[in-house]
């Protein structure tokens, strides 16, 4: 009989510490009366006791007396580690642990350490416990939930400003924008995150910004600037907008905080008896044009103004001049931000002998009133009406919506324009040289627009009588036809997507008409869309050329100076 123990067991018992040593965890094995058959040496670099309570044959209930009375018991938080626990409970307690099948945990061992527990029971009895040491990956958990908690405080600090504030990394895309901000854009932050200035205001304003924005990131210097913004809902808001760069090199950042600077202003108190109080800016000279995310077009109540009358044919709105006669300091700021908001000009008097000066005063500059707006509660409103010859006076009551105002005032001038035209005289006119009695089938207008949608009705309407311009507006494409047949137009500006006939359609129905006539009237496409399919379909429409919506001013003038061809073009001065 020989008690040695094999070479064999040696071997294995290398190979157990080499694996526990590469893997970086420690190994307890333990028979089924609960004595120690291994215990690999990084066991003590966790349980600091005495080597032989780890020697094969030692009690498993010893090893756990010893680490109870060391102080790091696991699961034991560091400021209760000096309590005298009861000692047989917990000892008991880890011997029920590890005569379970299986048992997983983490748990803290000292202040800053925390350690991994896998116990195991196999079927022979044998017990098996793994430990290993997660404190760096409990740490960079800890860091992770602390950082995530950060930027949700941040953010709701953030949230909580009354400024808007918006933060844009090294490319300049928006990472961060408070309510505040996202408000006066009227959107949701997903669209503006992610996001350059370019994607959110226009070419000339983005530019501006990121010129500024660089300068910021390059330097390192504050910058600051006030600035007149328009809100998406027509409101005023005036800010001194002020940029700074944080971060570190490499990874730094520009914070823009737009202060809302209201408070420069002088404040005017209610009248006696009455309740009306505001504010009003110093000087308005300080503040340079900034951002207008107003777009009256789709802030328009169409049915309003439908209602109000038919103004499909005409938008007489762009260079109108309004005045509003109202002692009410409300209705004033309400009333006038909303005119102005809409491409109006407007402004405010507040009795009868303001009125008299103001419009003496325009007289004298040559500048000509287009609408008196006239308070109900205005006390001298009976004379003023008996005295007013300037222009047009319409009613307006406390209540007043400023967006019915506004369609009042579109059919008033629309009524007024049927004997004489309320714009500006264009700065160019277009006359047909020659005798008029050796012209036969001269046109009656120079511009015939084929459009069903109302809104782009308006917007055409507003730019061609802006340019002095003679048209008919037809709503569908077999009408433009029609209007084509009677009026003999010098141009047609043709939606390519209308109902009854498309403008693809209607095209080919004037040019096989014209093909007996021998004249040839340029057709220009309007379409929403710059496909290569359109474009090869207006080309064998007969179309003379397209362009894109939105339209604007300098568009159509382009297009009449290019394509009116049987027309002298003459420059005023």
């Known amino acids: 009989m020989n008690d040695v123990a094999s070479g064999g067991a040696d071997i294995s018992r290398a190979v157990l510490e080499s694996s526990c040593d590469a893997l970086g965890l420690a190994l307890l094995v333990c028979g089924r009366d609960d004595t120690i058959l291994y215990a690999s040496a990084s066991m003590l670099q966790f349980f600091p006791v005495q080597p032989h309570l780890l020697k094969p044959g030692a009690r498993l209930r010893d090893?756990?007396?010893?680490?109870?009375d060391t102080g790091l018991r696991p699961g034991t938080l560091p400021e209760n580690s000096r309590r005298r626990a009861n000692r047989d409970d917990w000892i008991a307690e880890q011997m029920g642990l590890h005569w379970r099948e299986r048992y997983e945990n983490v748990e803290r061992a000292g202040r800053t350490r925390w350690i991994c527990l896998r116990k195991r029971r196999l079927s022979s009895g044998i017990g098996i416990l793994w430990v290993s040491d997660v404190s760096d990956q409990k740490k960079r958990e800890e860091q992770l939930h602390t950082d995530l908690e950060r930027v949700e405080l941040t953010e709701q600090i953030l949230d909580a400003q009354p400024n808007p504030i918006c933060v844009k990394d090294r490319n300049l895309n928006y990472i961060a924008a408070n309510k505040a901000f996202c408000a006066i854009h009227d959107v949701a932050p997903e669209a503006i995150l992610g996001r350059s200035a370019w994607d959110v205001v226009d070419a000339?304003?983005?530019?501006?910004f990121e010129q500024s924005d660089r300068h910021v990131l390059a330097t390192g210097r504050p910058y600051s600037e006030a600035e007149h913004i328009v809100r998406a809902d027509g409101s005023d808001l005036w800010v001194v907008t002020r940029k700074y760069r944080v971060g570190v090199p490499g990874r730094h950042f520009v914070v823009t905080c737009m202060n809302d600077v209201t408070d420069i202003a002088a404040w005017y108190g209610a009248e006696e008896g009455g309740s009306n109080a505001g504010l009003q800016i110093h000087d308005y000279s300080i503040f340079t044009p900034a951002q207008n995310f107003y777009d009256p077009f789709r802030a328009l109540n169409v049915q309003q103004l439908v209602d109000a009358g038919s103004m499909i044919e005409t938008l007489p709105a762009r260079g109108l001049r309004v005045l509003l006669a109202t002692a009410d300091r409300e209705m004033e700021e309400r009333i006038v931000a909303r005119l102005r908001?809409?491409?109006?000009?407007?402004c405010a008097?507040?009795?009868?002998?303001e009125l008299e000066a103001f419009a003496a005063a325009a007289g004298d500059c040559g500048v000509k009133l287009d609408i008196l707006a006239l308070d109900t509660a205005l006390s001298?409103?009976?004379a003023i009406l008996a005295g007013w010859k300037t222009c047009p006076v319409l009613d307006v009551s406390s209540g007043a919506d400023a967006t019915t105002l506004l369609g009042e005032?579109?059919?008033?001038?629309?009524?007024?324009?049927?004997?004489?035209?309320q714009f500006p005289p264009a700065d160019w006119e277009v006359s047909f040289e020659g005798d008029a009695a050796a012209r036969t089938g001269a046109p009656e207008i120079d511009v015939l627009v084929a459009e069903d949608n109302q809104i782009n009705q308006f917007?055409?309407?507003?730019?061609?009588?802006?340019?002095?311009?003679?048209?008919?507006?037809?709503a569908n494409g077999r009408e433009a036809v029609e209007l084509w047949h009677e009026l003999q137009p010098s141009l047609v500006l043709m939606d390519i997507s209308m109902p009854v006939m498309n403008g693809f359609e209607a095209a080919v129905a004037i040019r096989d008409a014209e093909s007996r006539t021998g004249r040839r009237t340029p057709i220009i496409a309007v379409t929403a869309q710059a496909l290569d399919i359109d474009l090869k379909q207006c080309e064998a429409s007969g179309m003379d050329d397209h362009i894109m919506k939105p339209i604007s001013p300098d568009m159509i003038e382009a297009l009449l100076r290019k394509h009116m061809r049987a027309a002298t073009v003459r420059l005023t001065a």
């Open 204 to 208: 000339e304003l983005a530019e501006r």
């Open 341 to 346: 908001g809409s491409g109006l000009e407007a």
């Open 63 to 68: 090893f756990l007396g010893a680490v109870y």
């Open 459 to 474: 917007v055409f309407a507003q730019i061609l009588d802006g340019l002095g311009v003679s048209y008919r507006i037809a």
């Open 349 to 353: 008097v507040r009795n009868r002998e």
């Open 380 to 382: 001298a409103r009976d």
């Open 409 to 421: 005032i579109f059919k008033a001038c629309t009524d007024r324009q049927q004997t004489r035209s």
